[in-house]
């Protein structure tokens, strides 16, 4: 069974701080993803890696960036976080080519940060 | 520009009454769409997929490109269909674009 783990369940951060959300997938997938969801707007696209050290600005990159350093393992890091930031983040993670495939894109359980 | 639109933040209906999620789509080539579908305290899931053409836990979606929409249909809700869906869309990239998402309520 697929395994997306969000190291992280809940965090609260000061204005300010710098924040790494830690994600770690067990299948060997190629993607990465991680979104932010809020009430009212979806989920929202922040930043994906397509294979290790490689990454694109998804639709709300600002005032985030990413790491890709292990194929398993996709970090999300606030360099100044702020409290519009307060959201809730998912990770997740599908094989290369996923959506031709049959396959699907697996998300974590989520990460609940609040910038106070 | 890719888009998809959930016109309704809420549905409410009573358990055993049809159900109909709407999702229009924007896209200029041949999308492939999506439902995924959170109940509360887990974690998103796939719930089915255009070209799977299948129904799971009673529930069907057709792609209408002429209308540009792809509604999930239920004929019978249970309370236990209660959770947030979301209506997902893959162009040319390889990337997911969601919508702002429905919450279902069954009523008993």
């Known amino acids: 069974d697929v395994k997306v783990t969000q190291s992280s369940r809940y965090l609260v951060k000061r204005t300010g701080e710098k924040v790494f959300l830690e994600c770690v997938q067990d299948m060997d997938h190629e993607n990465m993803f991680w979104y932010r969801q809020d009430p009212g707007l979806g989920l929202r696209l922040i930043y994906f890696?397509?294979?290790?050290?490689?990454?694109e600005k998804g639709d709300i990159p600002e005032g985030y960036s990413v790491s890709r350093e292990k194929k398993e393992r996709f970090s999300l890091i606030l360099e100044s976080a702020s409290t519009n930031q307060t959201s809730m983040y998912l990770c997740?993670?599908?094989?290369?080519?996923?959506?031709?495939?049959?396959?699907?894109?697996?998300f974590g359980e989520g990460s609940w940060l609040t910038v106070v | 520009a890719q888009r998809v639109t959930q016109p309704e933040k809420l549905l409410s209906v009573f358990k055993g009454a049809p159900v109909e999620l709407k999702c229009n789509y924007s896209?200029?080539?041949?999308?492939?769409l999506f439902w995924y579908v959170q109940y509360s305290r887990q974690r998103l899931q796939l719930l089915l997929r255009?070209?799977s053409r299948e129904s799971i836990k009673g529930f069907t979606a057709d792609l209408n490109k002429g209308e540009t929409s792809f509604h999930l249909k239920k004929p019978f809700a249970q309370e236990e269909d209660s959770a947030m869906y979301y209506c997902?869309?893959?162009?040319?990239?390889?990337?997911?674009?969601f919508g702002t998402g429905t919450l279902l309520a069954v009523q008993p």
């Open positions: 255009h070209i």
């Open positions: 997740a993670s599908s094989l290369r080519g996923f959506l031709r495939s049959g396959n699907t894109i697996y």
């Open positions: 896209y200029s080539g041949s999308p492939e």
């Open positions: 997902a869309l893959s162009g040319a990239t390889n990337k997911l674009i």
């Open positions: 890696s397509y294979d290790v050290k490689m990454k």
